[in-house]
């Protein structure tokens, strides 16, 4: 009978016990142990038993069993498919090719993502990879550093501010039909403006056009003093749009009553099309772009977990994006230091220049 000392934690220790109080079924599955349990849970359905590679203990972790194998029986489930349950591909001390779009269980819990990796052993400014979505804030940051003083880029950004103002006004509003046309003639404008510097996609958005006049005030005030209107099919259900009156008093109106029409009006899809010139710009500085990217290199220390067991990654790159899945481009092979209070300091070493990711299994969800 396993004892609490044979597992990495007392956390591990009691999944241990509740999977052995649930088991509905018990499977050998290579290096693991697959605790099928007797329910159901938004947590997952399963427990996965093994030996952590770095202390020898028992680590004991929940996944979802039928999540991807609903069309297989627990006996046809393989080692890789709960490798892929537990969301790795590989331990980091196996033999397998190094590429794009593999999971690495580097320690415990934490996994790396392979996003790209190259066949040469230093980047150039040539690839490819300098435009991908992942590049988008170092991109923005070149751009507010180096190119804030690019005319048609300051031109643009205004009118697109300008532009989104009107149109959060327009889909916000329940306008007569005259109102709508003033309003849209300025959009139109703006867009006329925009088109100049770049061309943008668009969109069809749905606007909400009040088809009859509003009545006249009745003389009476509310108990703030504002003067009440008559209006037709007044509703509070979820289907209601905030309006208010001339002098700005709230009311309901329903956005589907007879006097509130749905209109088709096309806009300029100001992110996507800002986000494309913006590309277009850097790509004209493309040397000094990537320079600038590389000047980013550093000694890093990614810190992954729980507060009180936490991951320590140490490595050289540029740090790409943070929050639960840290991304850092990898200029040139090299060593990764890895520590954690209990599974203590070991080494990987990334082969190729790579863009890569650092999570922890079981969807970002600390279970170590």
Same mark, same amino acid.
């Given at each position: 009978?396993?004892?609490?000392?044979?597992?990495?934690?007392?956390?591990?220790?009691?999944?241990?016990?509740?999977?052995? $109080? !649930?088991? @509905?079924? #018990?499977?050998?599955?290579? +290096?693991?142990?697959?605790? &099928?349990? *007797?329910?159901?849970?938004? /947590?997952?359905?399963?427990?996965?038993?093994?030996?952590?590679?770095?202390?020898?203990?028992?680590?004991?972790?929940?996944?979802?069993?039928?999540?991807?194998?609903?069309?297989?029986?627990?006996?046809?489930?393989?080692?890789?498919?709960?490798?892929?349950?537990?969301?790795?591909?590989?331990?980091?001390?196996?033999?397998?090719?190094?590429?794009?779009?593999?999971?690495?269980?580097?320690?415990?819990?934490?996994?790396?993502?392979?996003?790209?990796?190259?066949?040469?052993?230093?980047?150039?400014?040539?690839?490819?990879?300098?435009?991908?979505?992942?590049?988008?804030?170092?991109?923005?940051?070149?751009?507010?550093?180096?190119?804030?003083?690019?005319?048609?880029?300051? $031109? !643009?950004? @205004?009118? #697109?501010?300008?532009?989104? +103002?009107?149109?959060?006004? &327009?889909? *916000?509003?329940?306008?007569? /039909?005259?109102?709508?046309?003033?309003?849209?003639?300025?959009?139109?404008?703006?867009?006329?403006?925009?088109?100049?510097?770049?061309?943008?996609?668009?969109?069809?958005?749905?606007?909400?056009?009040?088809?009859?006049?509003?009545?006249?005030?009745?003389?009476?005030?509310?108990?703030?003093?504002?003067?009440?209107?008559?209006?037709?099919?007044?509703?509070?259900?979820?289907?209601?749009?905030?309006?208010?009156?001339?002098?700005?008093?709230?009311?309901?109106?329903?956005?589907?009553?007879?006097?509130?029409?749905?209109?088709?009006?096309?806009?300029?899809?100001?992110?996507?099309?800002?986000?494309?010139?913006?590309?277009?710009?850097?790509?004209?500085?493309?040397?000094?772009?990537?320079?600038?990217?590389?000047?980013?290199?550093?000694?890093?220390?990614?810190? &992954?977990?729980?507060?009180?067991?936490?991951?320590?990654?140490?490595?050289?790159?540029?740090?790409?994006?943070?929050?639960?899945?840290?991304?850092?481009?990898?200029?040139?092979?090299?060593?990764?230091?890895?520590?954690?209070?209990?599974?203590?300091?070991?080494?990987?070493?990334?082969?190729?220049?790579?863009?890569?990711?650092?999570?922890?299994?079981?969807?970002?969800?600390?279970?170590?």
């Amino acid at each position: 009978m396993l004892k609490e000392e044979d597992f990495l934690d007392f956390q591990h220790y009691t999944r241990y016990r509740l999977a052995q $109080r !649930l088991k @509905r079924k #018990v499977l050998e599955i290579g +290096e693991y142990r697959l605790y &099928l349990l *007797g329910g159901q849970s938004r /947590r997952g359905d399963a427990y996965v038993m093994g030996r952590d590679s770095s202390t020898g203990k028992y680590f004991v972790m929940q996944v979802f069993s039928s999540f991807r194998y609903l069309d297989k029986g627990p006996e046809q489930i393989t080692e890789r498919d709960l490798r892929a349950m537990m969301g790795f591909d590989y331990h980091a001390y196996e033999n397998f090719k190094y590429r794009d779009g593999i999971v690495i269980r580097l320690q415990g819990d934490l996994v790396m993502r392979v996003e790209r990796s190259f066949e040469r052993t230093r980047l150039s400014e040539s690839d490819d990879l300098w435009f991908l979505p992942s590049f988008t804030l170092l991109m923005n940051q070149f751009i507010r550093d180096r190119l804030y003083q690019e005319p048609d880029l300051v $031109r !643009l950004e @205004r009118l #697109v501010t300008i532009y989104s +103002e009107i149109m959060n006004f &327009l889909t *916000g509003s329940v306008l007569p /039909r005259e109102s709508l046309r003033k309003v849209l003639s300025i959009k139109r404008e703006l867009e006329s403006r925009i088109s100049e510097i770049s061309e943008f996609p668009t969109v069809e958005v749905k606007l909400r056009v009040r088809t009859r006049r509003r009545p006249k005030d009745r003389g009476e005030k509310d108990s703030s003093g504002f003067p009440l209107v008559e209006i037709e099919n007044v509703t509070r259900d979820n289907d209601s749009e905030w309006l208010g009156n001339r002098l700005g008093s709230i009311i309901f109106v329903d956005a589907y009553s007879p006097n509130v029409k749905m209109a088709n009006v096309s806009f300029l899809d100001v992110n996507r099309g800002l986000d494309m010139y913006r590309r277009d710009l850097v790509k004209r500085y493309r040397e000094e772009y990537v320079e600038f990217i590389k000047s980013k290199e550093e000694r890093l220390n990614i810190m &992954l977990g729980h507060y009180t067991t936490p991951h320590s990654v140490r490595m050289k790159g540029v740090y790409i994006r943070g929050s639960m899945s840290p991304t850092v481009l990898v200029l040139e092979p090299g060593s990764v230091t890895l520590t954690h209070p209990e599974h203590g300091t070991e080494e990987y070493f990334i082969p190729k220049p790579s863009l890569v990711s650092f999570e922890l299994m079981g969807n970002n969800m600390n279970f170590f």
